[in-house]
Protein backbone atom coordinates (compact mmCIF):
# COMPACT_ATOMS: atom_id res chain seq x y z
CA UNK A 1 0.00 0.00 0.00
CA UNK A 2 1.54 3.39 -1.08
CA UNK A 3 -0.96 5.56 0.41
CA UNK A 4 -1.85 7.30 -2.93
CA UNK A 5 -6.03 6.22 -3.23
CA UNK A 6 -7.69 6.22 -5.85
CA UNK A 7 -11.74 6.08 -6.46
CA UNK A 8 -13.25 4.14 -8.36
CA UNK A 9 -11.17 1.37 -8.55
CA UNK A 10 -13.12 0.03 -11.91
CA UNK A 11 -15.87 2.16 -13.97
CA UNK A 12 -17.85 0.54 -17.15
CA UNK A 13 -19.89 2.93 -18.91
CA UNK A 14 -21.17 3.67 -22.04
CA UNK A 15 -19.74 6.08 -25.04
CA UNK A 16 -20.43 9.51 -24.60
CA UNK A 17 -20.86 9.36 -20.89
CA UNK A 18 -19.14 11.65 -19.02
CA UNK A 19 -16.83 10.40 -16.08
CA UNK A 20 -14.99 11.30 -13.14
CA UNK A 21 -12.12 10.22 -11.33
CA UNK A 22 -10.51 10.92 -7.56
CA UNK A 23 -7.12 10.53 -6.73
CA UNK A 24 -6.18 11.21 -2.84
CA UNK A 25 -2.06 11.16 -2.43
CA UNK A 26 -0.28 10.97 0.65
CA UNK A 27 -0.70 13.77 2.32
CA UNK A 28 2.31 16.70 2.49
CA UNK A 29 3.49 16.31 -1.18
CA UNK A 30 2.86 19.09 -3.03
CA UNK A 31 3.13 17.16 -6.59
CA UNK A 32 0.91 15.05 -8.25
CA UNK A 33 0.89 13.38 -11.50
CA UNK A 34 -2.02 11.70 -13.66
CA UNK A 35 -0.98 8.94 -16.43
CA UNK A 36 -2.78 6.37 -18.73
CA UNK A 37 -1.52 3.12 -19.03
CA UNK A 38 -3.02 1.01 -22.22
CA UNK A 39 -2.66 -3.00 -21.92
CA UNK A 40 0.69 -4.41 -22.76
CA UNK A 41 1.84 -0.63 -22.34
CA UNK A 42 4.01 1.02 -19.95
CA UNK A 43 2.34 4.55 -18.33
CA UNK A 44 1.75 7.58 -20.30
CA UNK A 45 2.08 10.85 -18.45
CA UNK A 46 -0.94 13.09 -18.80
CA UNK A 47 -0.90 15.78 -16.57
CA UNK A 48 0.77 17.42 -13.69
CA UNK A 49 -0.08 19.38 -10.76
CA UNK A 50 2.53 21.52 -8.08
CA UNK A 51 -0.37 22.53 -5.11
CA UNK A 52 -3.72 23.56 -6.80
CA UNK A 53 -1.26 24.48 -10.29
CA UNK A 54 -1.47 22.56 -13.31
CA UNK A 55 1.69 22.97 -14.83
CA UNK A 56 2.31 20.81 -17.63
CA UNK A 57 -0.12 19.05 -19.62
CA UNK A 58 0.39 16.19 -22.56
CA UNK A 59 -0.65 16.15 -25.68
CA UNK A 60 -2.58 12.59 -24.98
CA UNK A 61 -5.14 15.37 -22.78
CA UNK A 62 -7.46 16.67 -25.67
CA UNK A 63 -10.23 19.14 -24.55
CA UNK A 64 -12.73 16.25 -23.43
CA UNK A 65 -10.03 15.90 -20.74
CA UNK A 66 -9.60 18.03 -17.67
CA UNK A 67 -8.06 17.54 -14.68
CA UNK A 68 -8.54 19.54 -10.93
CA UNK A 69 -6.53 19.79 -8.04
CA UNK A 70 -8.41 22.99 -5.61
CA UNK A 71 -6.97 22.55 -2.75
CA UNK A 72 -3.91 20.91 -3.31
CA UNK A 73 -4.61 17.91 -1.81
CA UNK A 74 -7.14 15.65 -4.02
CA UNK A 75 -7.18 15.87 -7.51
CA UNK A 76 -9.92 14.96 -10.06
CA UNK A 77 -9.90 13.67 -13.80
CA UNK A 78 -13.08 14.57 -15.77
CA UNK A 79 -13.78 12.88 -18.80
CA UNK A 80 -16.55 14.12 -20.71
CA UNK A 81 -18.21 12.75 -24.28
CA UNK A 82 -16.22 9.06 -23.81
CA UNK A 83 -14.90 7.36 -26.65
CA UNK A 84 -14.18 3.79 -26.45
CA UNK A 85 -10.22 4.74 -27.12
CA UNK A 86 -10.67 6.60 -23.95
CA UNK A 87 -10.53 2.52 -22.43
CA UNK A 88 -7.41 2.49 -20.32
CA UNK A 89 -5.91 2.43 -16.31
CA UNK A 90 -5.95 6.17 -15.07
CA UNK A 91 -3.08 6.09 -12.42
CA UNK A 92 -1.99 8.78 -10.03
CA UNK A 93 1.28 9.50 -8.24
CA UNK A 94 2.75 11.32 -5.95
CA UNK A 95 6.21 11.65 -4.83
CA UNK A 96 7.68 10.98 -1.45
CA UNK A 97 10.09 8.38 -0.42
CA UNK A 98 12.93 7.99 1.18
CA UNK A 99 15.32 6.85 -0.83
CA UNK A 100 14.85 9.23 -3.85
CA UNK A 101 13.02 13.05 -4.66
CA UNK A 102 12.00 11.65 -8.04
CA UNK A 103 10.78 8.67 -6.60
CA UNK A 104 6.80 8.28 -7.36
CA UNK A 105 4.41 6.32 -5.67
CA UNK A 106 1.68 5.08 -7.65
CA UNK A 107 -2.15 4.37 -6.65
CA UNK A 108 -4.03 1.17 -7.57
CA UNK A 109 -5.30 3.17 -10.43
CA UNK A 110 -9.06 3.20 -11.90
CA UNK A 111 -9.58 1.11 -14.71
CA UNK A 112 -12.13 2.54 -17.51
CA UNK A 113 -14.19 0.59 -20.02
CA UNK A 114 -16.12 2.43 -21.90
CA UNK A 115 -18.84 0.24 -24.09
CA UNK B 1 11.35 11.55 -30.33
CA UNK B 2 10.65 10.48 -27.02
CA UNK B 3 11.64 6.63 -26.58
CA UNK B 4 12.24 4.43 -24.03
CA UNK B 5 12.20 0.77 -24.61
CA UNK B 6 12.95 -2.66 -24.23
CA UNK B 7 14.44 -5.53 -25.97
CA UNK B 8 12.79 -8.48 -25.06
CA UNK B 9 8.70 -8.23 -24.15
CA UNK B 10 9.11 -11.78 -22.40
CA UNK B 11 11.12 -13.46 -19.74
CA UNK B 12 10.94 -16.87 -18.24
CA UNK B 13 13.67 -17.54 -15.66
CA UNK B 14 13.95 -20.75 -13.12
CA UNK B 15 13.94 -19.84 -9.88
CA UNK B 16 16.61 -19.28 -8.12
CA UNK B 17 18.38 -18.32 -10.88
CA UNK B 18 19.42 -14.52 -11.94
CA UNK B 19 17.37 -12.18 -14.28
CA UNK B 20 18.85 -9.55 -16.78
CA UNK B 21 15.93 -7.29 -18.30
CA UNK B 22 17.20 -4.93 -20.51
CA UNK B 23 16.40 -1.40 -21.85
CA UNK B 24 17.34 1.16 -24.29
CA UNK B 25 16.89 5.07 -24.38
CA UNK B 26 17.15 7.40 -27.02
CA UNK B 27 17.76 10.93 -25.19
CA UNK B 28 21.40 11.47 -24.26
CA UNK B 29 20.62 14.56 -22.45
CA UNK B 30 18.50 11.96 -19.69
CA UNK B 31 19.83 12.12 -16.19
CA UNK B 32 17.64 10.28 -14.31
CA UNK B 33 16.33 6.24 -14.45
CA UNK B 34 14.03 4.35 -12.71
CA UNK B 35 13.15 0.79 -12.86
CA UNK B 36 9.44 0.15 -11.73
CA UNK B 37 7.66 -3.51 -11.36
CA UNK B 38 3.98 -3.95 -11.97
CA UNK B 39 2.06 -6.58 -10.62
CA UNK B 40 -1.77 -7.94 -12.48
CA UNK B 41 -4.08 -5.17 -11.14
CA UNK B 42 -2.05 -2.45 -9.52
CA UNK B 43 -0.23 0.54 -10.13
CA UNK B 44 3.54 0.29 -10.84
CA UNK B 45 5.79 -0.16 -8.03
CA UNK B 46 9.59 1.53 -7.59
CA UNK B 47 12.37 -0.97 -7.52
CA UNK B 48 15.64 1.29 -7.44
CA UNK B 49 16.69 4.27 -9.74
CA UNK B 50 20.22 5.55 -10.71
CA UNK B 51 21.69 8.85 -11.89
CA UNK B 52 23.73 9.70 -14.91
CA UNK B 53 26.72 10.17 -12.85
CA UNK B 54 26.82 6.44 -11.76
CA UNK B 55 27.13 3.23 -13.55
CA UNK B 56 26.07 1.13 -10.80
CA UNK B 57 23.78 0.86 -7.95
CA UNK B 58 22.97 -2.46 -6.19
CA UNK B 59 19.71 -2.76 -3.97
CA UNK B 60 18.45 -5.53 -2.17
CA UNK B 61 18.63 -8.81 -4.81
CA UNK B 62 18.73 -5.87 -7.24
CA UNK B 63 21.40 -4.22 -9.23
CA UNK B 64 20.79 -1.33 -12.26
CA UNK B 65 23.69 -0.94 -14.49
CA UNK B 66 23.77 2.12 -16.91
CA UNK B 67 25.93 2.36 -19.86
CA UNK B 68 25.59 5.92 -21.21
CA UNK B 69 27.74 5.33 -24.40
CA UNK B 70 25.20 2.87 -25.88
CA UNK B 71 22.15 4.43 -23.85
CA UNK B 72 21.51 1.36 -22.25
CA UNK B 73 20.20 0.22 -18.73
CA UNK B 74 19.56 -3.04 -17.00
CA UNK B 75 17.95 -4.74 -14.38
CA UNK B 76 19.45 -7.50 -12.57
CA UNK B 77 17.35 -9.46 -9.86
CA UNK B 78 19.66 -12.04 -7.85
CA UNK B 79 17.94 -15.59 -7.15
CA UNK B 80 14.62 -14.88 -8.99
CA UNK B 81 11.94 -15.70 -6.62
CA UNK B 82 7.96 -16.52 -7.94
CA UNK B 83 7.43 -13.26 -6.09
CA UNK B 84 8.91 -11.28 -8.64
CA UNK B 85 6.95 -12.48 -11.67
CA UNK B 86 5.33 -8.96 -12.69
CA UNK B 87 5.95 -6.47 -15.39
CA UNK B 88 8.75 -4.40 -15.35
CA UNK B 89 9.23 -1.18 -16.85
CA UNK B 90 12.25 0.91 -17.20
CA UNK B 91 11.96 4.72 -17.49
CA UNK B 92 13.94 8.05 -17.05
CA UNK B 93 13.18 11.48 -15.27
CA UNK B 94 12.73 14.01 -18.71
CA UNK B 95 15.58 16.71 -18.52
CA UNK B 96 14.58 19.56 -16.94
CA UNK B 97 10.51 18.57 -17.16
CA UNK B 98 8.40 16.62 -15.00
CA UNK B 99 6.95 13.82 -16.62
CA UNK B 100 8.53 10.28 -16.15
CA UNK B 101 8.48 8.80 -19.48
CA UNK B 102 8.16 4.69 -19.40
CA UNK B 103 8.88 2.02 -22.25
CA UNK B 104 6.71 -0.60 -22.56
CA UNK B 105 7.67 -3.42 -20.20
CA UNK B 106 8.94 -7.15 -20.22
CA UNK B 107 6.75 -9.62 -18.40
CA UNK B 108 9.02 -11.84 -16.10
CA UNK B 109 7.38 -15.52 -15.76
CA UNK B 110 9.62 -17.10 -12.91
CA UNK B 111 8.82 -21.26 -13.30
CA UNK B 112 8.64 -22.93 -9.94
Known amino acids: DTGVSQDPRHKITKRGQNVTFRCDPI?????LYWYRQTLGQGPEFLTYFQNEAQLEKSRLLSDRFSAERPKGSFSTLEIQRTEQGDSAMYLCATPGGPSSYNEQFFGPGTRLTVL | GESVGLHLPTLSVQEGDNSIINCAYS??????FIWYKQESGKGPQFIID?????DKRQGQRVTVLLNKTVKHLSLQIAATQPGDSAVYFC???????????FGAGTRLFVKA
Open chain 2, 27 to 32: NSASDY
Open chain 1, 27 to 31: SEHNR
Open chain 2, 91 to 101: AEKEPGGFKTI
Open chain 2, 50 to 54: IRSNM
